[in-house]
Nanobody
């Protein structure tokens, strides 16, 4: 079964760091992982799911939303069928459920992605 599973979330103080992982499982996602653009999104209570960043198929290109640019880094390891979100200098406003997603191309809208993980909670205290 095609599946994306996020991990690495938790509680952290403002200014701290976390690294989220998103591992692909299932024959389709595993075999074709390198053909998928991988995105990260987040959703805070009462808010819309918002774009965080995206990484190209070979990992050579990344795009991050302005609010996290300079603090977050996206990377991927296609051999491990895993994408990462390194989060540094975390702020309370980063608190949200973080989701990874797989899609056909660079995109910033949730509807443009085909597969989604279950999400992992990130809570940043002040």
């Amino acid at each position: 079964q095609a599946q994306l599973v996020e991990s690495g979330g938790g509680l952290v103080q403002a200014g701290g760091s976390l690294r989220l992982s998103c591992a692909a499982s299932g024959i389709r996602l595993s075999s074709y992982f390198s053909t998928y653009v991988m995105g990260w999104f987040r959703q805070a209570p009462g808010k819309e799911r918002e774009f965080v960043g995206v990484i190209s198929r070979d990992g050579s290109g990344t795009y991050l939303t302005n609010s996290v640019e300079g603090r977050f880094i996206i990377s991927r390891d296609n051999a491990k069928t895993t994408v990462y979100l390194q989060m540094n200098s975390l702020k309370p406003e980063d608190t949200a459920v973080y989701y990874c997603a797989a899609g056909a191309g660079i995109a910033t809208m949730p509807a443009q992605y085909d597969y989604w993980g279950q999400g992992t909670q990130v809570t940043v205290s002040s």
